[in-house]
């Protein structure tokens, strides 16, 4: 039987361009951390991603430059 579990994502927004998605990922992936779940999809000129990882501090620290950027 499938068990549940609540877990915490970060989300991120920012503009949409080419090969952003590439460096998120590779940014956290750089950082050693799992990506377990991902969520993705541009509206607009925007661009949106949903990330559960297996350590929330690890990516949040990998992905500063695009949060404070």
């Given amino acids: 039987m499938a068990k549940a ?3 915490k994502e970060i989300r991120l ?3 949409n361009r ?3 998605l ?4 590779t ?4 950082a050693k951390v799992n990506i377990n779940a991902i969520c993705a999809y ?3 000129n ?6 559960i990882t297996g350590s929330n ?4 620290k990998a992905l500063a430059p695009w949060v404070s950027g």
């Fill in 5 to 7: 579990r609540k877990v």
């Fill in 13 to 15: 927004s920012m503009p």
């Fill in 18 to 20: 080419v090969g952003l």
């Fill in 27 to 30: 940014a956290v992936a750089n």
């Fill in 22 to 25: 590439s460096e998120i990922t």
């Fill in 57 to 60: 501090a690890k990516a949040k």
């Fill in 42 to 44: 541009a509206l607009e």
């Fill in 46 to 51: 925007n661009a949106f991603f949903n990330l």
